[in-house]
């Protein structure tokens, strides 16, 4: 990504950019966009950055300023960036995460393993989870609270898997139990009946949607790790799920970014799912449109 638009907004604008994003892949060149705070616990002074991978045209960059009261104004201006390999930069930046009994870092980060921590090695050039981010170690964090609370699952599901990191995670703590780790096609759970975990590091959109199918796939007393969601999306996603026979076991937050354990209730007769119909309103393939 070699040129870059910065424009100002406020954190509920920068939020909203994000829950409607399917405008982005109608732009040409597709940019990456990235909100960040200006000043911390400022919730008015935010700023989107919008980076292509050639130089944006007028055109463009009013499509992405239309979205954004705050920027109202002259048209900004793309800036060059140098060239620099960036995933070397954005490897040296990262620091390792130690979370619960998890310890997760990069060839180039590992320094000392703390005594008793299980480490895993995770490049940041693989893929989404590294443990960097407050969802993948919220989740992380949620695991090992499960382990010392005594739960033994004998199925997981990893659902948009990424670098399969929870995945790892969850099977080290049960060496003997089935797992499946999934990205985009969610119909790759089916099959997971039984004293389930279902971990799922998604949107709160998919998240939603998705209730009735993982609700089918988790058996009685299961577990599903929710992540991905902002506390302002929590009650809608709870609602999703209590309606599919799930209850709140458990609450981490990490930041803005909030955990979910949630237990599915026992029930009985015609009233028990048998098993997912794989269907989604998400083709196959396609990475989000939610």
């Not at 048998?274 to 196959?284: E, F, K, M, W």
Request: hydrophobic content about 40%; overall charge negative.
């Amino acid at each position: 990504m070699n040129w870059l638009v910065t424009l100002p907004c406020t954190r509920a604008e920068a939020e909203a950019l994000h829950e409607d994003d399917e405008w982005l892949a109608l732009l040409e060149p597709m940019p990456t966009v990235v909100a960040e705070e200006v000043e911390a616990f400022n919730d008015l002074a935010w700023q989107v950055k919008a980076y292509f991978a050639e130089e944006p045209d007028q055109q463009l960059i009013v499509a992405i300023q239309a979205r954004l009261p705050s920027a109202a104004g002259p048209l900004p201006i793309a800036e060059k960036l140098p060239d620099e390999d960036w995933l070397v930069m954005s490897q040296q930046s990262l620091v390792p995460v130690h979370a619960g009994r998890f310890y997760v870092h990069t060839s180039t980060n590992k320094g000392v393993v703390p005594d008793g921590a299980t480490p895993f090695l995770i490049e940041a050039s693989r893929a989404f989870g590294t443990g960097g981010h407050e969802t993948t170690s919220g989740c992380l964090a949620m695991l090992d609270r499960m382990k010392r609370a005594g739960r033994r699952h004998d199925h997981i599901a990893d659902i948009g898997t990424g670098t399969g990191l929870l995945a790892f995670a969850a099977r080290h703590l049960r060496q003997r139990a089935y797992g499946t780790a999934s990205d985009i096609d969610p119909g790759s759970v089916e099959g997971t009946m039984g004293n389930d975990l279902v971990i799922a590091n998604i949107l709160a959109g998919p998240l939603i949607e998705l209730a009735p199918s993982f609700a089918a796939v988790t058996g009685d007393g299961g577990s599903l790790i929710l992540a991905g969601l902002l506390d302002t999306q929590v009650d809608g996603v709870l609602r999703a799920y209590r309606s599919e026979g799930f209850r709140l076991h458990m609450r981490h937050d990490n930041g803005d970014w909030p955990c979910l354990w949630l237990i599915k209730r026992r029930r009985y007769r015609w009233q028990r799912p048998i098993r997912a119909d794989g269907r989604t309103s998400q083709p196959p393939g396609d990475f989000g449109t939610w």
